[in-house]
């Protein structure tokens, strides 16, 4: 299983709520649909920021993250090179994502607080 962290920056056109209600109602159902996503993502998750309780931690300034959990390195690839990715899902994240600012982050997850949640 290989795990990808993405930090994500909004369009410059698109205003916090636009670039959060975009990401949830057409990218995420969007990349869902692909039958790669179908045949290789464990699990995908999005998360947008809300404030932080005052004095308790210093946030940093993006708009969300996306996590995707990949059976494999392999699977990723064949996720993120196909021609459902390319054609479908890639463009569409040029309408609400600034790529140049995005950080990806690939991993192996360990768990070290096991739950439910």
């Known amino acids: 299983m290989i795990k990808m962290t993405m930090f994500l920056k909004r369009h410059p056109d698109l205003t916090r709520a ?19 996503a179908k045949n290789h993502v464990l699990r995908y998750i ?18 969300g993250t996306a996590e995707i959990w990949f059976d494999s390195a ?4 064949a996720v993120l090179t196909s021609d459902s990715y390319k054609n479908r899902v890639f463009p569409d994240e040029k309408t609400f ?19 439910t949640v």
């Open 18 to 36: 636009e670039f959060v209600r975009h990401h949830i109602e057409q990218h995420g159902p969007l990349f869902r649909a692909i039958p790669e």
């Open 74 to 77: 392999a699977g990723m690839h």
């Open 97 to 115: 994502l600034d790529h140049d600012t995005t950080l990806i982050v690939l991993g192996d997850q360990v768990e070290i607080i096991e739950g």
């Open 46 to 63: 999005q998360t947008h920021p809300v404030p932080a309780p005052e004095g308790t931690v210093a946030t940093a300034d993006y708009d």
